[in-house]
């Protein structure tokens, strides 16, 4: 494919609140991509909801308009370089690409920052745009250390706070699931999860010690990325037991933190970061923690409806509806929980 010349679509913020889709002209050479690059055309792709709000609403500090959003993508291989010989053109693949209807994708291939991978064909694009919020909660998986006499307690149930107390269930774990948003418990409790809590804030931790004959849980999850519910995982842990932050705080937030650091050093708490852009990538012998081992898993996950996109997955939106979409993530939270754009409704 030689000089070929497209229209690309694309979701833009602009500003504080701002976001719109831009056309432009797209071109490429086949014959001159670097050997890791890739031309993909776009068909879904998911918001993420923590990161994406964040920059939206300037949540987050230190960084500038214009932001080019989106990490989670499912499209098709145009063209591609001859260094990424695992693909081939019109392999229909999941990768980290920015909301846009096609992509110039570089795939550098050692940690999940660049990811690309060929999708089971027996996945829809829909169900196929679970994949990255799946790996992001194998990270909770992958960083606890325990039993099955074990009880996890997961604060916070968005997609990815869902997603991970499924997974915590699977490893037959007892679960706590917590959230003040009444709609999205209902919605763990269709997905399969027995315990679910909608209690505000200021209870969760009571609650939680209710549940555990005043001990705690072994393992506690943050899965919102807000600095109280860290607290709140923290204080509601047990003796030697494990706090795994899968969130990223990014607002400020005030409070006194002794008595955070007195639960931690006086019950010997185990905190732990998940991060999910620092795993490595291959498969490698004597390593069990790899991205492509937990591809593998969250597709299986996907395919036995574990994790099932039809309940998770509450819009789809055409991507001129991208600042509906936010508003109903940021100020909605009763109807929006995960919403997907399909760019093949683009024109």
Known sequence: MEGVLMQRKSIVLTGKAQAECQCEEF?????????????IETSMSLISAGTELSRVY??????????????????????????????????????????????????????????????????SDKQACLIPLGLIAMNVITACDG???????????????????????????????????????????????????????????????????????????????????????????????QVIL??????SYSCDITPVLNAIHMKMLNVKGAFNELNPFPVTDGLRRNVLRDFETVERLILNDVFDAEKLISHVIKPDQIMEAYHGLMYKKEDWHCVVIDWKEAD
């Open 147 to 241: 039993k099955l006499t074990d009880t996890a307690a997961v604060y916070g149930l968005g997609t990815i706070g869902i997603l991970t107390a499924l997974l915590l269930k699977q490893s037959g774990f007892r679960v706590l699931a917590l959230d003040p948003v009444a709609s999205r418990c209902e919605e763990a409790r269709a997905l399969g999860l027995e315990e679910v809590f909608s209690c505000s804030p200021q209870e969760q931790v009571e609650k939680v010690k209710q549940l555990t004959q005043g001990r705690g849980s072994d393992i506690s999850v943050d899965a919102s990325g807000i600095s109280p519910a860290v607290v709140n995982a923290i204080l509601g842990t047990a003796k030697h037991g």
């Open 58 to 123: 300037a949540i987050k500090q230190g960084f500038s308009y214009p932001v080019y959003p989106g990490y989670s993508a499912i499209g098709t291989i145009l063209a591609k370089g001859q260094g990424l010989t695992h693909l081939n053109v019109g392999d229909r693949v999941f990768y980290s690409g920015p909301h846009a209807s096609i992509n110039r994708f570089s795939h550098v291939g050692t940690t999940q920052g660049d990811k690309i991978m060929k999708i089971d064909n027996r996945l």
């Open 27 to 39: 071109q490429f050479d086949a014959a001159e991509l670097k050997a890791n690059e890739a031309i």
């Open 246 to 251: 899968l969130g990223s705080p990014r607002a």
